[in-house]
C-alpha cells in the first residue's frame, strides 16, 4: 500500500491542503472525500457518530482512527482512549493532533481489551468480505471486557444496484451485494485496491448471533445507513 490516506491526512495537517481524496468502488463512479470531513469535529459529524460518542464507557479503543477526531473528542472528555490505525500517515497525524495513546497496529493484532470498541465510517469496512466477518466478530468479542459493547456502523448499498424502474439489477450467483472492491487516488496517484465491506443491518445481526454476540439498532441515518450495538 502506498498509504495515500496517509499522506493526505498529512499533508492537510501539515497545512499543504491543495487537493481531496478521490474514491472510487467496483459499482460505482469517481466521487470526492474531502479531507477536512476526516479531522470533524463533534458539531460537524453526522447524528450516529455523536451517539455513538456520547455511548462510550470505560476504556475505549477507536479502531481504524483516521486523523484521530473521535479519539480526540472523547480524550477531551476525560475518556481513557486508545486510537489504533494500519496506516502510518494516519497514526503520525493522530499523534500529532494530541490523542496520547496510538498505535501503529492491525485490529487482528490489538490484544488489550476494552469497555467498549468504536469502529466508525463504514466500520463494517475493515472486516473486507463476508468470509472474513465471523474472525473479526471472534476477535472484537476477545478483547472486550464483560458487560463492554462494541459500537459500529455499516449501510445497506442495495439502493446501490436499483435502476431507474425501481427493480434491480443484484447479480444472486455473485458474493453478498455489500463486498466492494475500494480504490483510492490522491494528486494523480492510484494506491492498490482494497476490499471494503458494507452490512446490511440484518446480515450483520445474523453474523453477530453466529457467534454468540447480541446486536442491537441504535439508531438509523438518512441514507440507509445505522449504528448497532454489539453485545
Ligand atoms: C474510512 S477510514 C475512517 C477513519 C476514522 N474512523 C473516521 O471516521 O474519520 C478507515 C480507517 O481504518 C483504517 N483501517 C483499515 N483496516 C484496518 C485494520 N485492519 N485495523 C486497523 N485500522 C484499519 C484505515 O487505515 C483508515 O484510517
Known amino acids: 500500500m502506498k498509504d495515500l490516506f496517509g499522506k493526505a491526512l498529512l499533508d492537510y495537517q501539515n497545512k499543504n491542503y ?17 479531507l477536512p470531513y476526516l479531522f470533524r469535529t463533534f458539531d460537524e459529524m453526522p447524528k ?3 451517539k455513538a460518542l456520547m455511548l462510550c464507557k470505560g476504556k475505549v479503543l477507536d479502531v481504524g482512527c483516521g486523523a484521530g477526531s473521535h479519539a480526540l473528542f472523547l480524550q477531551s472528555k476525560g475518556i481513557d482512549v486508545k486510537a489504533i490505525d494500519i496506516s502510518e500517515g494516519a497514526v503520525s497525524v493522530t499523534k ?8 501503529l497496529k492491525a485490529l487482528l ?7 467498549t470498541i468504536l469502529l466508525l465510517m463504514n466500520g463494517t469496512g475493515i472486516f473486507q468480505e463476508m468470509g472474513a466477518v465471523s474472525k473479526y ?11 463492554g459493547h462494541i459500537l459500529i456502523d455499516s449501510s445497506d448499498i442495495k439502493y446501490m444496484y436499483e435502476d431507474e424502474d425501481g427493480g434491480f ?11 466492494l472492491d475500494y480504490f483510492i487516488s490522491y494528486k494523480d496517484e492510484k494506491d492498490i485496491p482494497m476490499k471494503w465491506l458494507y452490512l446490511d443491518f440484518d446480515t450483520l ?3 453477530c448471533n ?21 453485545s
Not at 471472534?138 to 458487560?147: A, D, F, R, T, V
Not at 441515518?221 to 445505522?226: A, F, L, N, S
Open 205 to 207: 445481526k445474523l453474523a
Open 48 to 50: 450516529l457518530e455523536q
Open 109 to 115: 493484532d490489538e490484544t488489550d481489551s476494552f469497555d
Open 169 to 179: 439489477w443484484l447479480d444472486m450467483n455473485a458474493g453478498y451485494y455489500g463486498e
Open 18 to 34: 491543495t487537493a481531496d481524496l478521490i474514491t472510487e468502488t467496483s459499482i460505482s463512479d469517481e466521487d470526492t472525500l474531502p
Open 210 to 230: 453466529s457467534v454468540g454476540l447480541s446486536c442491537e439498532l441504535v439508531l438509523e441515518g438518512e441514507h440507509y445507513d445505522y449504528l448497532a450495538k454489539l
Open 137 to 147: 466478530l471472534n476477535h472484537l468479542k476477545q478483547i472486550l471486557k464483560p458487560n
Open 96 to 103: 500529532t493532533r494530541g490523542v496520547k495513546h496510538v498505535e
